[in-house]
Every structure is written in C-alpha cells, then in structure tokens.
Antibody, heavy 120, light 109 residues
C-alpha cells in the first residue's frame, strides 16, 4: 500500500523557518517525481514545488521561489520542504503527493498524504 | 497560465440524486491532462478520474468523467452518503505543472 506521511508543521513567527518532511512507503520512491501542494484555510489547492526522481530538476511556484527549497533523500524514501522567510500568507496545510503517469499518457498526483499544518 | 473554473461552488443534493459538476478551462486543453479529485475533512485527497474520463483503481462506477476542449464534467449518478465532499478538477501543464480549480462542495440537502 502506498503511504505518504507528512510531518514538521507547526506555529512559526513571520520571517522564521520550518522544514517539512514526507516519509513514504509502498512504492519505489527513487523512480517518482514528487510534489508539494498547499491549501490555505478555506481556500483551494495550490501547487508549491516539485522535484524530479533523481533530484536533479526542481520547480517552484512564483509565490515561494527564493524562499522554499524542495529536496529528497532516495535512500530514506523521504521528501523535504525547507521553508524560509515565512509569511502570514504561507499559512496552510501542506501536502506531499506522488506524480504518476497512467499508461505514460495521463499525468496525475495519484497518492497524497494527509497533510501537515503550518501557521505563520 | 490556464485557469480552471469550477461550478457551481456548492451543490445541495439528497442521497440518491445525480450530481453534475463542471470544470471549464480558460483555453482548450488536452483532455488526457485533466483529472478529478475528492477531498474529505482530515483525509488524504483521492484521485477519482484521470485523462478526463478514466476511473482510477477502486473508484465506483457511479463516478464518471467526460468532456473535451475547455469543458469537462464529473457526474455522480446516485449520491451515496460517503460522496458528500469537495471535488477538484486539476490540469497538468508546462508551467505551473499542476493547476487546480477552486472546488465544488457537494453537501447534503
């Protein structure tokens, strides 16, 4: 069974830092792109960042570029999000998700964690 | 950036009724890149439909997706109590790679 479990959320002052983790199991982590998505209170879903399977390529939303860093440790089957210079508008539930292409044609985020709450 | 507009914002229906949810893109998109998700409080998001019309593994056949171009629809033929939730459409694109609609809440009437 594919499992993703986020941790590391909490209450932080504006300008502070936090590091989120996503522990995964049930699949070959090193073969998958991974993604962070967030959801502000009462709002919709917003893509935050993603990272290629080997960690060589990373992408960021404009709203977090230069402040957040996505990384991964394939030996530990874990994904991370280092968040610096946090702002009130970064308050959200942060989800990690697995990128999966069905039949190599249909891209999805097919597995999600339950999220970790960040309050700035 | 392509924008996904979901309507209605809230759908009030009774168990057993049919739910029709709309997702409109700001321009024509590849249907193979359109997916639908279900979100319940405190639960992980659940992939329902990929490629606009393909049910993900384990998804009951009362859920179906359709559409092409810029207009897509998620239909739940007979609402079960566990189907009351928020539903999001999602598009894969070049940049940003993942775009979501604002969601449709299906609530019990």
């Amino acid at each position: 069974e594919v499992q993703l479990v986020e941790s590391g959320g909490g209450l932080v002052q504006p300008g502070g830092s936090l590091r989120l983790s996503c522990a995964t199991s049930g699949f070959t982590f090193s073969e998958n792109y991974m993604t962070w998505v967030r959801q502000a209170p009462g709002k919709g879903l917003e893509w935050v960042a993603n990272i290629e399977a080997d960690g060589s390529q990373k992408g960021y939303a404009d709203s977090v570029k230069g402040r957040f860093t996505i990384s991964r440790d394939n030996a530990k089957n874990s994904l991370y999000l280092q968040m610096n210079s946090l702002r009130a508008e970064d308050t959200a539930v942060y989800y990690c998700a697995r990128d999966w292409w069905y039949s190599e044609r249909y891209p999805t985020l097919d597995a999600w964690g339950q999220g970790t709450v960040v309050t700035v | 950036e392509i924008v996904l507009t979901q309507s209605p914002g809230t759908l009030s229906l009774s168990p057993g009724e049919r739910a029709t949810l709309s997702c409109r893109a700001s321009q024509s998109v590849a249907s193979s890149y359109l997916a639908w998700y279900q979100q319940k409080p405190g639960r992980a998001l659940r992939l329902l439909i990929y490629g606009a019309s393909n049910r993900a593994a384990g998804i009951p056949d009362r859920f179906s997706g359709s559409g092409s171009g810029a207009d897509f629809t998620l239909t739940i033929t007979r609402l079960e109590p566990e189907d009351f939730a928020v539903y999001y459409c999602q598009l894969y694109n070049r940049s940003p790679p993942w775009t979501f609609g604002l969601g449709t809440k299906v609530e019990i009437k």
